[in-house]
C-alpha cells in the first residue's frame, strides 16, 4: 500500500493547497487501511511509509482530518489516532473479531458496522458485557440479516450532541440484556434516559452508515444532518433530529 500517490504528488506540489488536500486523502485511506488489516491504529511513522509522504506532512494532515472529524486524534498528543470510525484504539466496551483480524469495536454501531464495511471480514464476533450486570454477550453480524437476540442497545448522547465529547458518546453506545438492564444502569448511573434500539434497529443503522468510507474521495457524513438515512432505518423522534 505504500506509495498510493505520495511522491508524484510532492514532484507535482506547486499548489500548496492541493498537495495538502491529496496528502490528507492518502493519510486518511492509509489510516483506514492500517486499522482494517492490524485492528489497531497506525503510528506516523506507519502513515509515512504507506503514503510516501514525509512525517511533517502526515502530521499536519492528520491534525486536518481531526479538525473535520474524518478521525479524532488523542487530545494530548495530536498524533495518536483514538478513533476512525468505525475503528478504535482504545476499549470501548465491545470486541470485534474477524476471520483474520480482532478490532476494538468502538461503540455498538461501529462494532455492528465493520462487517458491513469491510469485504474481506462480512461475518464477524461481536461481543460486549451488559453495562448493567456484566452478562456476556456475543453475536455473530454478518451483511445478510440482523442477528438473533433480544437485548436492546442503548444510546445515551442525542445526535446534535454526540461530537460535543465523541469518545463519550461512543463509549454510552452499549448494548443490554434487556430495557429491564437500561433501566436498572440509569437508576445506578443517574443518568437521562437516551434512545432504546432493538438489535434489527441498530443493524439496519449500522449497515449503510459508512459506506464508502474505505474509498477514495469519501465525503463523511455529519450525524447532524442524517435524518432521512436515521428515518429510513426505523429512528423516530427528536433525539435523531427528527420530529416528534
Ligand atoms: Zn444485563
Ligand atoms: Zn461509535
Redesign the pocket.
Known sequence: MAGTGGPANDAAATDGAAADGAATEDVRLAVYRHFAETGDAPSPADLATRTGWSAAVVRAALGRLHDRRDLVLDPGDRVRVVLA?PFASVPLGFSVMGARTLWWG??A??SFAIPHLLDAEPEVLVATRCPACAAPHAWSVDRKAPPDGDQVAHFLTPTARIWDDVVHA?SH?RLFCSTHCVDAWLAATGRPRGYVLDLPTLWRLASGWYVGRMDRGYVRREPVAAAAYFAEVGLRGPFWGLPA
Open positions: 470510525h468502538g461503540c454501531w461501529d461512543c453506545q
